[in-house]
């Protein structure tokens, strides 16, 4: 598997940046994991659009699905130009309602819901969702592929969904949304910190953090995870746009 980072700004991008989209290549198949601000225009910068072939939405908040819109444009037109762009499935949450209802789009996408604990295989990987706490139904996903471990939280709080997500992943991706100078009584993403905690918990490999708010102190989210995490896992970053990871 090789994992592209389109975006990976939270809640808005960045000057230049996109939310959340992450393309990842399995055996020469294009899934696109979540579809944020931005995230068409870096995708084309990686695939033509007809070589996309699957999408999943981790939930439907806007910083995940806003580039839907458009790509459904995009879809319209370019087969309208005698391009042949068929027909793609899109799993998602089907909660709330009336934002998967949005969604549809006979010709471009047929829509197949996805909850906790749901499984399924694409292009010969195993796909196994777990619910996470958030305010949207979220799904974080864990996908095998020849004894290969890539995972990503999605957003989230800790939750104990965690563990079998992240257990021995080679490559994980994990919200950072949030940092311990930040911690509020309510949160509804993860400090740093229990990012590094939760994936040196898991024997997690590599991490990459995603879904910093774009005014940030970068580094300083770093030093918090690694700090919490102490020398397991082996890599700690940013999960930077534009960087390449082969699982
Ligand atoms: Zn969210
Ligand atoms: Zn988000």
């Known amino acids: 598997m090789?994992?592209?980072?389109?975006?990976?700004?939270?809640?808005?991008?960045?000057?230049?940046?996109?939310?959340?989209g992450y393309l990842l290549?399995?055996?020469?198949?294009?899934?696109?994991?979540?579809?944020?601000?931005?995230v068409l225009s870096r995708m084309l910068e990686y695939i033509r659009l007809d070589q996309l072939e699957a999408i999943i939405l981790t939930h439907l908040h806007s910083d995940h699905i806003s580039d839907i819109g458009?790509?459904?444009?995009?879809?319209?037109?370019?087969?309208?130009?005698?391009?042949?762009?068929?027909?793609?499935p899109v799993y998602a949450p089907k909660t709330p309602e009336p934002l998967a209802a949005s969604l549809e789009s006979p010709g471009n996408f047929t829509l197949i819901p996805i909850a906790d604990d749901h499984h399924f295989d694409l292009f010969g990987a195993q796909i196994h969702c777990f619910g996470t706490i958030h305010?949207?139904?979220?799904?974080?996903?864990?996908?095998?592929?020849?004894?290969?471990?890539?995972a990503t939280t999605s957003d989230t709080i800790p939750c104990a969904n965690l563990t079998p997500l992240l257990r021995q992943a080679d490559l994980a991706l994990l919200d950072a949304g949030s940092q311990e100078k930040l911690r509020t009584p309510?949160?509804?993403?993860?400090?740093?910190?229990?990012?590094?905690?939760?994936?040196?918990q898991n024997d997690v490999k590599n991490m990459l953090l995603i879904h910093l708010l774009p005014f940030f102190n970068r580094a300083e989210s770093i030093l918090e995870a690694r700090t919490a995490?102490?020398?397991?896992?082996?890599?700690?970053?940013?999960?930077?746009?534009?960087?390449?990871?082969?699982?």
Request: proline share 5%; aromatic share 4%; glycine share 12%.
């Open 186 to 200: 309510v949160m509804v993403h993860m400090t740093a910190a229990e990012c590094g905690t939760i994936a040196a």
């Open 70 to 88: 458009v790509l459904k444009y995009a879809m319209d037109l370019s087969r309208k130009a005698g391009q042949t762009i068929g027909n793609i």
């Open 229 to 247: 995490a102490g020398d397991s896992p082996t890599t700690i970053d940013l999960a930077e746009p534009g960087l390449t990871y082969t699982i």
């Open 2 to 20: 090789k994992l592209t980072i389109l975006g990976s700004s939270g809640a808005f991008p960045g000057p230049g940046l996109a939310t959340s």
């Open 135 to 150: 305010p949207f139904e979220t799904c974080a996903l864990r996908i095998e592929k020849d004894g290969r471990v890539f």
């Open 25 to 38: 290549e399995i055996d020469g198949h294009h899934l696109l994991i979540d579809c944020g601000s931005g």
